[in-house]
């Protein structure tokens, strides 16, 4: 399932839904000629286009707002938060090549905080689809849901043979193994699924979960995966701060689990930019590199 | 300005051969890179005051890229002035090296990273600030996208910059015609460009970007205003020197084949239109 199939279906079928970029044109470049005047480019200019999309919300419409992750989260910031966020409107943002996908592009175009970012809004929305199925099998759900809404992007090919349909807050529990539970979001499924495979044959028994969203989280599936399992891994290309590794640790916090965790992150520091297999395997985030780092975890004291 | 005496045409058509080998294994923003070579390769020989000793002179000129996507002609135009090794160059998108598709401060004569758009007009002003605040005599060059100017920390730091009488700072928009996958004209009309920058309190010069005598008698009477900043728009070709990609509104990101860099190497040199088999792409 193509994503620009489907919103262009869900465009052509409800009135209200106004597709707006800022001239970032890759993932929905055959839209125009289906769409017309529903089709708006606003050009380079990402906060006139917040600010726009929250205009038309006011009136009724549904506006899906696309730019690169790293400048839609971070220069439109303040708009996000102020005109979407206060004003709760349902606007669904796209960021395109979050994370590990802007490649080579260096660290402008790297979006590793914005799942920070977006989830400190009251009320937004974060979905990370692990591929472009899910995705596309999540926008109708996302157009109806009254909030404004943060989505990572993703074009890559499906990373799992997917065993639950999407539903907002739920997280996908792929295996169900007590040693050790692997939870991650977006394309990295796909390197922490070969992990998980890995590990298997080695005789470690792998609880895999596809979180899915990130706001709001699946909190009993965060406390069930730190009571089945000895040791929690977080899996994400985000800093340290505020992604996954901190969403667990406030839910356990918050449902007073004491749970082993490991996280695996960017720490710190931006990536080497690169090509992404280049990358996956400098950062060392391919799924031979994690199954590794995981056993390596299971095994310290 | 530097010496000796460059052969302007000879040396521009050295950095469009570099950004071609840099347009496969993974690719680069080979258009845009491609109608900035000129001005680079001008700028760098006949108009900045820097040398590759003097990048931590603070009396040097600074130059700005602010348009990071064309990064590859700036890589170009420093090997070949003697900033970085030329085999550098080959590195690109290697994760062993630092040199990737867009500015990295980190190799020698990048004044500041760039990619994100809009900014580093922002940042020349502070720099040109402070020059005054000093007293110096060095001046400060921002090169800008025509795309770029969608953005609206452009237009704010026009007003910053006019305020503060800036005849220290000059922008250089790289008048392409192109934004990222549209005729800017067809998406955001920008004209007329000169008045919008003069109503901003700027003083404004249109050239010709790939005529070096254009140029040099633009950029010889700078500034065009004393306590006015100044602008110069250079009317340039997107894909300039190679015609099967020159105003393509798909080849503005290009990851070609071995055997594709090596026809767009003939075609460069005015041998036979390149065939092309790669798909265009829209990137941005």
Redesign the interface.
Known sequence: MKYEDVLRSEALRREEVIVLTA????PI?HLPPSLGLRFI?????E??MIGAAAGLALRGRVPVAHA?A??LTM?AFEFIRTDLGIARLPVKLVGYVPGFLSE??????QAIEDVALMRGIPSMRVVCPADEDELAEALPALLDDPCPCYIRYNHLAPAVAHRAPFVLGRAEVLSEGDRVALLTYGFLLREAAAAARLLEQQGVPVRLVNLRTLAPADEAEIVASARGTGLLVTIEDHFATGGLYSLVAEVLLRHGVRARVHPIHLGDRWF????LP??L??ERFSGIHLAARVLAALEAP | MSEPRHDLPALALAVREHVVHMATRGGCFIGASLSCADLLVHLYTRVLDVTPERLSDPDRDYLFLSKGHDVPALYATLAELGYIERGRLAQHLSPHDSIYWHPNRAVPGVEFHSGSLGHLLAVGLGVALDIKLRGGKNRVFVLLGDGELDEGSIWEACLVAAAYHLDNLVAVVDRNDFQANVRTEELIPLEPLPFKFQSFGWSCRTVDGHDFAALATAFENLPYAQGRPSVVIARTVRGKGIPSIERRADRWFADFTAAEVEALLGELRGEAAATLETEGLVVR
Do not use: K, W, Y
């Open positions: 001239e970032n044109r890759a470049r480019d606003v050009g380079i200019c906060q006139t690169l790293s400048f220069r080579a592009n260096g660290p402008t175009h080497t930019p690169a090509l280049d990358v395997e400098t």
